[in-house]
C-alpha cells in the first residue's frame, strides 16, 4: 500500500524525480490511500495510472472532490508548459513531453474511492481509517494497523485556531508516526488577521482604488471571501464589490459549500457568501472588470503571481498608486509575488516590464499548517506513549532540524528525520 502519492515541486533537482519512477514493484501495489488533495500529495496518482495502475485510491470524499478539480488542471498545465517549451526551444529535449496530460489526469479519477473519517477499511490484513486533522477540506492523518502494530501518517496538519477549518483532533495510540514539519522552526506571527483586512480594504477604498488580491485556489480563496463577508456585515468595511475571477477557485468554492458540515462555516454562512461575491467564469467577464470605475476588490489565481488571471489585472493597475496588492501566503524565492514584496520598481507581466506603483501589503496569519509549537501541543493532547516514534517528514532541512531539536528539548517521544527511500522498521 502506498500512502500519498504527490509530485516533487520546487527546485529543478526536486522536480526531475517525478521522472524517476517509484523504488517500489508496481505490479505489487494493492492500494493507495491520499491524505489530502495537494499536488504534492495527490499529483502521482495520474503516473500510476499512465503506468498501468488499475487498483483503488482510498480518500475522503471531500479530497476525491477537490482532486476532481486539481488533478486535471495539472494535466493541463504540463501540456502547455510542453508546448511553450518546444515552440521557444527550451531544455535538452526537441519534443518535449508532459509528464501526464488532462486525459490521462481525469480518466485517473475513476479509481478514487471515497470513506468517511473513522471508517475502516481494509487492504489485505491491514485495517485502514482517516483521522481528521483539519488543514484543508478532507485532509486526513492516514492510521494504518497491521501485525500488532499501529502506524499514523500525519499528511498536513491544520491549526487549532484555524479561521476555516476545524482543529485537528488529537491521534490514538500509535506505535509510529510519521510527522509532518513544514513550520518545524517557524511560529505563525501575532495579530488578528480580521484587522490586518480590515486597514487594507479601508485604505484603498479611500483612496478610491483597487484591491487585488493574487490568492491559491483551494483553501485560501475560500477563508478569503469569508473574512470580507464577515467585515461587510459587521460595518468595519465599506459594502464594496468583490470579484472571484477564478474559475478553479470557483468550483473549490462549490464544493466548500456543499461539505458546509466539513468546516466552520454553517449552511447559511456559505449562501450568504454566494450572494455577495460576483463570480467571474468567462474570459470576456474577466476582461469587463476593465471598465469599473469605482472602488472594488478583485481575488484572483494565482496565490505567487505567476500565473493565471491576476497577471491581467496586474499589468492594468500596478501603474495606477491608488491600486493595492494584497499578498495572502508564503512567496516562494523568484517568484513575482517575492519580488513584488521586496519592493521592485518593475515587474515583467507577458514579456513587458510594468511600472509598479501600487501599495503592496501583506496579510499575515492565514497559513493553513501548524507551526512547530501547535504540532507539539496537538502530540501532547493525544492519546500517545511518552516514548512513541516520531520520524519526521515534509519539510526543509532546516525546519526538520528544528522540529526534531523541539520535540527532543519538550518531550519524550523518540524523533528522528527521516531519509529520502530510507526503510523503516518495528
Not at 113 to 127: A, C, D, I
Not at 177 to 202: C, I, K, W
Not at 246 to 255: G, K, L, R, T
Request: glycine content about 10%; aromatic content about 8%.
Amino acid at each position: 500500500m502506498l500512502v500519498d502519492c504527490g509530485l516533487f515541486q520546487g527546485y529543478k533537482w526536486l522536480r526531475e524525480r517525478n521522472w524517476q519512477g517509484l523504488s517500489l514493484d508496481r505490479d505489487r501495489l494493492d492500494a493507495v490511500v491520499l491524505t489530502h488533495a495537494h499536488l504534492d500529495h495527490s499529483g502521482y496518482v495520474p503516473v500510476l495510472y499512465r503506468d498501468g495502475y488499475r487498483g483503488p485510491v482510498y480518500c475522503h470524499e471531500g479530497t476525491r472532490q477537490l482532486c476532481g478539480v486539481l488533478l486535471p488542471d495539472s494535466g493541463h498545465l504540463q501540456e502547455e508548459d510542453a508546448r511553450f517549451y518546444e515552440r521557444h526551444r527550451i531544455g535538452r529535449h526537441p519534443h518535449p513531453e508532459p509528464l501526464y496530460d488532462q486525459r490521462c489526469a481525469e480518466r485517473c479519477l475513476d479509481l478514487l474511492r471515497p470513506v468517511e473519517f473513522g471508517q475502516r477499511f481494509q487492504v489485505g490484513s491491514m485495517r485502514i481509517e482517516l483521522h481528521p486533522v483539519g488543514h484543508i477540506l478532507g485532509a486526513g492523518c492516514v492510521i494504518v494497523e497491521a501485525e500488532g502494530k499501529r502506524i499514523g501518517f500525519s499528511g498536513d496538519v491544520g491549526r487549532p485556531d484555524d479561521l476555516f477549518m476545524r482543529a485537528p483532533e488529537p491521534l490514538p495510540p500509535l506505535d509510529l508516526l510519521m510527522l509532518e514539519s513544514t513550520y518545524g522552526n517557524r511560529r505563525h506571527e501575532p495579530g488578528d488577521p480580521f484587522d490586518q483586512l480590515e486597514a487594507v480594504v479601508n485604505e484603498t477604498a479611500g483612496s478610491g482604488g483597487v484591491l487585488l488580491i493574487p490568492s491559491f485556489a483551494v483553501g485560501r480563496a475560500q477563508v478569503l471571501q469569508h473574512m470580507l463577508a464577515r467585515l461587510m456585515d459587521e460595518g468595519r468595511i465599506p459594502k464594496l464589490p468583490v470579484f472571484l475571477d477564478s474559475p478553479m477557485a470557483i468550483d473549490v468554492s462549490d464544493i466548500y459549500w456543499r461539505f458546509h458540515t466539513e468546516h466552520r462555516l454553517t449552511k447559511a454562512d456559505c449562501q450568504r457568501l454566494c450572494r455577495l461575491v460576483k463570480y467571474v467564469q468567462s474570459v470576456d467577464g474577466s476582461r469587463a472588470l476593465n471598465e469599473l470605475t469605482y472602488p472594488h476588490i478583485i481575488i484572483a489565481g494565482s496565490g505567487m503571481v505567476t500565473g493565471g488571471r491576476i497577471l491581467h489585472h496586474l499589468k492594468r493597475l500596478l501603474p495606477d498608486h491608488r491600486t493595492t496588492v494584497l499578498l495572502t501566503g508564503y512567496q516562494a524565492g523568484g517568484t513575482r509575488g517575492a519580488k513584488m514584496e521586496q519592493g521592485v520598481e518593475s515587474v515583467r507581466i507577458h514579456g513587458e516590464w510594468v511600472e509598479n506603483r501600487a501599495r503592496l501589503r501583506v496579510l499575515h496569519g492565514l497559513s493553513g499548517h501548524a507551526d512547530f509549537v501547535q504540532l507539539g501541543d496537538w502530540l501532547k493532547a493525544s492519546a500517545l506513549k511518552p516514548d512513541t516514534a516520531i520520524r519526521l517528514v515534509h519539510g526543509e532541512p532546516e525546519a526538520l532540524e528544528a522540529m526534531r531539536d523541539y520535540l527532543r528539548r519538550t518531550s519524550r517521544f523518540n524523533v528522528e528525520v527521516a531519509g529520502y527511500r530510507h526503510i523503516l522498521t518495528l
